[in-house]
């Protein structure tokens, strides 16, 4: 099997493998005072400042790393949780992206429904501009939210430029990144970036799946710009109370920190990787949709020529290759990507987009055979009418 489809999910690297294992005894619940229970909570301590870490925070960290469930609870807690804090006022805007995962889109929708204006900036070709956001900024601007990496495109968005921006016209306003595609992707520097809210997921960056985190800059709890989502016996700071996943935490802390130190050498091989691989993909007979700007390392949209996606993935999962269409997370809804389209592709230019996305542990010789059998199904289903 050649899997592909590291932006759906990743395999559990060694070391978060190992730390769950050896964690697996330790059943004591974080919040008891006895040792077992403080062993727990110890362990916890340790993910949390290995997370930490892997965000570029120093020793003695002021920001607040917040574990949620997933990257998709952590985008809820950050939108819902800063938008509904006291004195943000219903009838006040919210800036966002017209290409953000369903897990930010989904809320934004809401959030109309209950009386908030939202704004959702342009990104053809992976690009935000500047000048548009200018003209929406101002003073009743609550909330921006703007994702790092596009999920299906891989497009960097420069959220340095709009969170700064967005700062300097309304110091009030609290900036949010679903970061869950640029985590330990794409250079991240959260004490520069003005981002007061940064989403991130362990099941992205070969850690467990059921666990992610918001990571909370400094003033952001001081003024109390955020309130739970989930409420209870107060864990995690008062900002998600439930028992803690203590597995899924050791296990994200070890594959941070893992991902981190490897950072530079992982980013190498990934271009290294995908440059191979969109040659083999033109070869094939397929096109690359471009971002015009900075892209991420790991993921390659493929314009298919007049083949329905579906019926690509199908051809090459049955050759033992998984790649996907679009977003995994959105394959519940029968909709036509909005990343896509919002990057400039018709609905069935969109229709015939599928995703490659790579990860360190890929091989050339992969590469290869995907080349090869993506260019068997494209003489194959072409002849076939859409
Ligand atoms: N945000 C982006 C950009 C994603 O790609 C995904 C998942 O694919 C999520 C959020 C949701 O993350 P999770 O699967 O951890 O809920």
Redesign the pocket.
Known sequence: MIYMDN???TRLCDCAKEKIISALDCYGNPSSRHSLGIEAKKLIGEARDNVAYSLGLKKGYAHKIVFT???????NLAIFGSVYSKDRKRGNKIITTNS?????ENAMQRLQKDGYEVIRLSTVGGKLDIEEFRRHMDKSVILVSV?????ETGAVYDIGNIFSEAKKINPDVVTHT?????YLKVKMDIGRLSADLV?I????IHGP?G??ALCIAPDIIKTKKIIPHIVGGGQENGLRSGTENLLGMVGFGAAAKAGFETFDSKREKLLELRHICEEQIVLAGAKINTPTGERAPHIISVALPRIKSETMLNFLSGKGICVSAG???SSHSQHISSSLVGFGLSGEEADSTIRVSLCEYNTENEIKQLGEILGLGIQMLIKFKR
């Not at 953000?100 to 930010?104: I, K, L, Q």
């Open positions: 932006s759906a999910t469930s997933c990257g998709t609870e952590a985008n953000e995962h369903p897990s930010v994702m790092t990496v596009n999920n679903d970061a869950v595609q640029g989403s997921s362990a099941h992205k799946k666990v992610g977003s995994a997370c």
